[in-house]
């Protein structure tokens, strides 16, 4: 039997059927499109089909010079938007040979552990909606709707900041912002149990995730998936313990990894790493050192003519940038190497041989941001 | 830290030309030897490349780089593997049963350059449409030409 269904045929027997989550669905987050061949209620096969909001950064960026092409980036995954940046940044920097002053990697360091937690605070939310918890949501978006205003006062914008520029940050901090910070760490300890008791020690939800989605170990490596994905499954991938970048050499913090590798795995993973989080943000909010805010870099950068790595940890993975100069204002070719796109890979060997249903619990779990993955 | 594999690859490959790739240590293999160099990366105990983190091509207007950013997690150290092709008929063994994580890497690098990976399981256009002309990150495509080809065959333009 051939089943039309797009521009693809997908041949199947008379026991399976095919069908089409996405691509606007509630549990995608985003366009993807995926296309599962069933028996009964189980998973047979499993296709992603992307591009739906493929935008081209990586050609506009040729065509854009090193200061503008960086705020394109905070449309990949705009739930790390400042921690996008601040990679295109640091590569920037790197090509450069600038000095950064150590007020603005402090700074810079302060406000990507505040995206990480914004971020995780709307994956924990989404993953008890996606699970059929409404409640989780509304207690999630009371403290990130906090951090979203501090981001407000400091850069002028919530989501998509554009704080990073090459050399330092766009502006100085606002003179609330210690207090408001110190602020909204004191509510989130205090306010951390009720994490546990909505969702963690919920027995619909422990029940739903437990066992359900195994990634395993050599699976997850030979996929290379990294960030909270990867770290469940007993892998140490931590760039900012591997190749401490900002100011993560003078922070202490623990590498969250278990090895268990399945759904909870992975929403325990993400969530201790919230903790670490408001640990490495404790460390440096009352040591903020006093000085420069940015040096001063010439309007037109050129970059000598060569190859530039810089990688950082973003909340969802590893993003590498791959910049190649021919020595003029433009860059030559970029490549962002994003860390959801990896990690949808493990969508299938996750989900092969469950049910139907578990697939919402694993993308949930997944945090895809789709945006990231076509670019 | 990073630790450098650079002798333990002398050793294996004397005849590679050992370079830097972005500050990577990163060696130049011919079209024709990528399979079984690689093979061998994957495979050595003290080298162990079992991630292969990236795969990119950039288009040199002469030839087409592609760029495989090998990486150990048990060793920690990382690899760049360059090759060079004709831009013509640009072809590549796949790297689908080394590393699973080519598979995407592979459709995504077909899209852009229109570099057929031979063995892949399902080679397809990733992002871009079916029956989409030309491959969008080479350097003879020009965008602003395609988008006012667009507008101009529907009929969208505003100054005809």
């Given at each position: 039997?051939?089943?039309?269904?797009?521009?693809?045929?997908?041949?199947?027997?008379?026991?399976?059927?095919?069908?089409?989550?996405?691509?606007?669905?509630?549990?995608?987050?985003?366009?993807?499109?995926?296309?599962?061949?069933?028996?009964?209620?189980?998973?047979?096969?499993?296709?992603?089909?992307?591009?739906?909001?493929?935008?081209?950064?990586?050609?506009?960026?040729?065509?854009?010079?090193?200061?503008?092409?960086?705020?394109?980036?905070?449309?990949?995954?705009?739930?790390?938007?400042?921690?996008?940046?601040?990679?295109?940044?640091?590569a920037i920097e790197k090509a450069?040979?600038?000095?950064?002053?150590?007020?603005?990697?402090?700074?810079?360091?302060?406000?990507?552990?505040?995206?990480?937690?914004?971020?995780?605070?709307?994956?924990?939310?989404?993953?008890?909606?996606?699970?059929?918890?409404?409640?989780?949501?509304?207690?999630?978006?009371?403290?990130?709707?906090?951090?979203?205003?501090?981001?407000?006062?400091?850069?002028?914008?919530?989501?998509?900041?554009?704080?990073?520029?090459?050399?330092?940050?766009?502006?100085?901090?606002?003179?609330?912002?210690?207090?408001?910070?110190?602020?909204?760490?004191?509510?989130?300890?205090?306010?951390?149990?009720?994490?546990?008791?909505?969702?963690?020690?919920?027995?619909?939800?422990?029940?739903?995730?437990?066992?359900?989605?195994?990634?395993?170990?050599?699976?997850?490596?030979?996929?290379?998936?990294?960030?909270?994905?990867?770290?469940?499954?007993?892998?140490?991938?931590?760039?900012?313990?591997?190749?401490?970048?900002?100011?993560?050499?003078?922070?202490?913090?623990?590498?969250?990894?278990?090895?268990?590798?399945?759904?909870?795995?992975?929403?325990?993973?993400?969530?201790?790493?919230?903790?670490?989080?408001?640990?490495?943000?404790?460390?440096?909010?009352?040591?903020?050192?006093?000085?420069?805010?940015?040096?001063?870099?010439?309007?037109?950068?050129?970059?000598?003519?060569?190859?530039?790595?810089?990688?950082?940890?973003?909340?969802?993975?590893?993003?590498?940038?791959?910049?190649?100069?021919?020595?003029?204002?433009?860059?030559?070719?970029?490549?962002?190497?994003?860390?959801?796109?990896?990690?949808?890979?493990?969508?299938?060997?996750?989900?092969?041989?469950?049910?139907?249903?578990?697939?919402?619990?694993?993308?949930?779990?997944?945090?895809?941001?789709?945006?990231?993955?076509?670019? | 830290?990073?630790?450098?594999?650079?002798?333990?690859?002398?050793?294996?490959?004397?005849?590679?030309?050992?370079?830097?790739?972005?500050?990577?240590?990163?060696?130049?293999?011919?079209?024709?030897?990528?399979?079984?160099?690689?093979?061998?990366?994957?495979?050595?105990?003290?080298?162990?490349?079992?991630?292969?983190?990236?795969?990119?091509?950039?288009?040199?207007?002469?030839?087409?780089?592609?760029?495989?950013?090998?990486?150990?997690?048990?060793?920690?150290?990382?690899?760049?593997?360059?090759?060079?092709?004709?831009?013509?008929?640009?072809?590549?063994?796949?790297m689908v049963p080394l590393w699973?994580?080519?598979?995407?890497?592979?459709?995504?690098?077909?899209?852009?350059?229109?570099?057929?990976?031979?063995?892949?399981?399902?080679?397809?256009?990733?992002?871009?449409?079916?029956?989409?002309?030309?491959?969008?990150?080479?350097?003879?495509?020009?965008?602003?030409?395609?988008?006012?080809?667009?507008?101009?065959?529907?009929?969208?333009?505003?100054?005809?």
């Open positions: 039997m051939e089943n039309i269904i797009g521009s693809q045929i997908i041949q199947s027997s008379d026991d399976e059927f095919i069908i089409n989550v996405g691509p606007q669905h509630p549990s995608t987050h985003g366009v993807l499109h995926l296309q599962l061949k069933l028996d009964g209620e189980k998973i047979v096969d499993l296709k992603p089909f992307l591009g739906y909001i493929h935008r081209g950064i990586e050609k506009m960026s040729e065509s854009l010079n090193y200061k503008q092409f960086i705020y394109l980036t905070s449309r990949m995954d705009y739930l790390s938007a400042h921690i996008n940046n601040q990679a295109c940044c640091l450069i040979q600038a000095e950064v002053p150590e007020r603005a990697r402090v700074i810079r360091t302060l406000m990507a552990e505040l995206t990480r937690l914004a971020s995780h605070q709307l994956w924990w939310g989404s993953t008890g909606l996606d699970m059929g918890a409404v409640s989780p949501f509304f207690y999630a978006f009371r403290e990130r709707e906090m951090i979203l205003e501090i981001f407000e006062e400091t850069c002028g914008s919530r989501l998509t900041m554009n704080y990073c520029v090459p050399g330092g940050v766009m502006n100085d901090i606002h003179p609330d912002f210690v207090r408001k910070v110190k602020q909204i760490i004191k509510q989130f300890r205090d306010n951390l149990h009720e994490y546990d008791e909505l969702l963690t020690n919920n027995p619909i939800f422990q029940s739903r995730t437990i066992g359900v989605g195994y990634l395993s170990r050599e699976e997850a490596i030979s996929l290379a998936c990294t960030g909270p994905v990867a770290r469940a499954s007993g892998i140490s991938c931590d760039v900012r313990k591997k190749e401490p970048y900002d100011a993560y050499d003078r922070v202490t913090f623990d590498e969250i990894i278990t090895t268990e590798g399945d759904c909870f795995a992975r929403y325990k993973v993400r969530l201790e790493e919230m903790k670490q989080s408001m640990n490495i943000i404790e460390q440096l909010i009352d040591n903020i050192p006093a000085g420069e805010y940015r040096t001063k870099i010439k309007g037109i950068i050129k970059p000598p003519a060569g190859e530039y790595y810089q990688r950082v940890e973003t909340a969802r993975g590893e993003l590498g940038i791959y910049l190649v100069s021919d020595g003029t204002n433009k860059p030559y070719r970029i490549k962002f190497r994003t860390p959801n796109f990896s990690n949808l890979g493990a969508l299938k060997p996750m989900s092969l041989g469950g049910k139907i249903g578990d697939l919402v619990a694993i993308m949930a779990s997944l945090d895809l941001i789709i945006p990231d993955i076509d670019r | 830290m990073q630790q450098q594999p650079e002798a333990i690859i002398t050793q294996i490959f004397p005849d590679l030309p050992l370079g830097r790739w972005a500050q990577l240590v990163a060696i130049t293999v011919k079209q024709d030897d990528l399979y079984t160099v690689c093979t061998q990366l994957r495979q050595h105990p003290s080298l162990d490349f079992d991630m292969l983190v990236c795969l990119t091509a950039v288009d040199r207007t002469t030839h087409l780089e592609v760029i495989y950013h090998l990486r150990s997690t048990s060793r920690n150290h990382d690899l760049i593997v360059k090759t060079e092709l004709n831009e013509a008929q640009p072809e590549l063994p796949s699973k994580s080519a598979e995407l890497f592979e459709m995504e690098i077909y899209d852009m350059f229109g570099i057929v990976f031979k063995g892949h399981p399902d080679l397809r256009r990733l992002f871009m449409p079916e029956d989409w002309e030309g491959y969008p990150l080479r350097k003879s495509y020009n965008a602003n030409e395609v988008a006012d080809n667009y507008l101009k065959s529907h009929q969208l333009l505003i100054n005809q």
